[in-house]
């Protein structure tokens, strides 16, 4: 969001009361309607367990059943169950932090049955947290479609993770995706003594989940702070709520991070098109740099409904084990930035109002509007699908 200057705003004004009568809103990609009802099928390369360990999980509670995925056909997951090495309660961070990449690894190469389930029934895959660090405009053509120009920026994420196939909740305000992918905590992490120079965090190792990083940008735009938008202000709003942080139904625990994460490439699509696609490598700040990022803005309050949010992160500079961070999204989302004529039309509003309210908040409340009028953002029926080999897929309805 390009940030006015004093005489940039009064140069508009000028140029309103010739050109508002005529100017239009940019106009946004409506997706094709109706939405599919034909469930994903979908056929997926799983890592070698030399690569990485993948995990999936059917049932919940007491009933869960943690499984290695072995194969990934035609929406069918197949693989290895780990009841006989888990003990009660354990899902696949707690068995990995006790028995060790190795451990499972042989016991996965030495069974003799396999269980299946279809993907569409798995549940979230491992147990998570609620609060999460979140990276906004770190794909540079995100940014620019967003005409960020002070980014990358954290900020905190408050949502609980739902299953792949859980629906998005419709809403009055604006709603948007974002596919991202997740690095996951296996345990308590040092990022503020990495952050100091005192423990180097190359060799750190994580998980991986698939997110959809869905968007209230009505709330976001309402709660932005214009003069200094790195501040992360309105993005915990806009982007925190029930329903708002789908996740893959697998979790990946590389050998080497970097490595495997070096060939990966999101896609996402709505009602079947493709609208985003990017190596995921194409990032500004690596994990290594978002989890430096992160300490350095811990004890940072932003406004989250009629409380306040920080990101997970002590004072100590401890990350607590199972939370994740969101490492941005590439370009591609609904939100483009509010165009020339929507700024007019925001300025005439604002003259109109007789500068009642503010001329920023009348030229938010004209990008909204606009927007809203476009049909361009997720309506009820629409399906948001990801797909990212080796990592998995969401199918999330808008209900």
């Known amino acids: ?42 056929t997926l390369a799983i890592a070698l367990p030399e690569q990485a360990l993948t995990f999936a999980r059917f049932g919940e509670g007491a009933a869960a059943q943690t499984f290695v995925v072995r194969r990934y056909q035609d929406g069918v997951v197949s693989g290895v169950d780990l009841a006989p090495l888990l003990q009660p309660g354990e899902d696949a961070i707690a068995a990995y932090n006790r028995l060790g990449y190795e451990a499972i690894a042989a ?3 030495a069974a ?6 279809e993907a569409a ?7 998570l947290r609620a609060v999460h660090a979140a990276v906004a405009t770190n794909y540079p053509e995100h940014a620019d479609e967003a ?12 949502a609980q993770p739902t299953a792949s196939r859980a629906a998005i909740p419709a809403s ?50 309402r709660g932005v702070d214009i003069s200094d938008i790195a501040s992360g202000k309105g993005f915990t709003n806009g982007k925190s709520g029930a329903g708002f942080l789908p996740v893959g139904e697998l979790f990946i625990v590389p050998r080497d991070l970097k490595a495997f994460v070096a060939p990966l490439e999101l896609h996402l699509s709505v009602n079947g098109e493709e609208r985003q696609h990017s190596r995921v490598i194409n990032w500004i700040w690596d994990l290594d740099r978002l989890l430096l990022e992160s300490a350095k ?14 990101l997970p ?3 100590e500079g401890i990350l607590p084990d199972r939370t994740l961070v969101l490492a941005g999204t590439p370009a591609g989302t609904i939100f483009k930035g509010p165009g020339p004529a929507t700024f007019i039309r925001g300025i005439a509003d604002w003259i109109k109002s007789f500068g009642k309210g503010g001329i920023v908040a009348a030229i938010v409340e004209r990008t909204i509007a606009d927007d809203h009028a476009s049909g361009g953002y997720l309506q009820r029926g629409d399906v948001v699908t990801i797909r990212v080999d080796q990592l998995g897929t969401l199918e999330n309805r808008v209900e």
């Open 1 to 42: 969001m390009r940030i006015l200057s004093i005489a940039a705003i009064g140069l508009m004004i000028v140029v309103a009361a010739a050109a508002f009568i005529g100017a239009r809103p940019r106009s946004v990609r409506v997706p094709p309607r109706p939405a599919p009802t034909t469930p994903l099928r979908t």
């Open 107 to 109: 016991f996965v190469a």
């Open 112 to 117: 003799k049955t396999s269980v299946s389930y």
């Open 121 to 127: 029934t798995l549940a979230v895959p491992v147990d």
């Open 147 to 158: 005409e960020v120009e002070d980014g990358p920026f954290m900020f905190a994420k408050i």
């Open 172 to 221: 009055p305000g604006l709603l948007d995706y974002e596919v991202e992918l997740c690095f996951v905590t296996l345990s308590d992490l040092p990022v503020l003594a990495a952050a100091t120079g005192a423990k180097a965090i190359k060799a750190i190792k994580g998980g991986l989940l698939l997110c959809n990083d869905v968007t209230d940008r009505a709330a976001l735009l």
């Open 297 to 310: 803005r811990r004890g940072v309050n932003w406004t989250w409904r009629e409380g306040s949010a920080r």
């Open 313 to 315: 992160v002590s004072n």
